[in-house]
């Protein structure tokens, strides 16, 4: 019943930054563990990283070390912030609980481009 919506994307550099936003029509805390997820062109959708409602972060290996998620209750926002961008990171971005149930549908999601 949460709809999710994320934003921040754009066309970027190799090297530069971004820093993506998600919120919720509802609270974004009463879903627990949140995500990001990317979706490339023809490529399956995979889990980035995610944040527990305390705090503890978890990244695949992909973006270890450049990205990191963040979340901040009193304004209902989670955010990752992208930098050393690669254009691998190309894709488009959603954020979305990883265990509630039930899960929210998926926002649209926020392009993000890595190109010279």
């Known amino acids: 019943q949460v709809q999710l919506v994320e934003s921040g994307g754009g066309l970027v550099q190799p090297g530069e930054s971004l820093r993506l936003s998600c919120t919720g029509s509802g609270s974004i805390d009463r879903l627990g563990t949140m995500g990001w997820y990317r979706q490339a062109p023809g490529k399956q959708r995979e889990l980035v990283a995610t944040i527990s409602r305390g705090g503890s972060t978890n990244y695949a290996d992909s973006v270890k070390g450049r990205f990191t998620i963040s979340r901040d209750k009193d304004v209902n926002m989670v955010y990752l912030q992208m930098n050393s961008l690669k254009p691998d990171d190309t894709a488009v971005y959603f954020c979305?609980?990883?265990?509630?149930?039930?899960?929210?549908?998926w926002g649209q999601g926020t392009q993000v481009t890595v190109s010279s």
């Open positions: 979305n609980a990883v265990y509630a149930d039930p899960r929210p549908n």
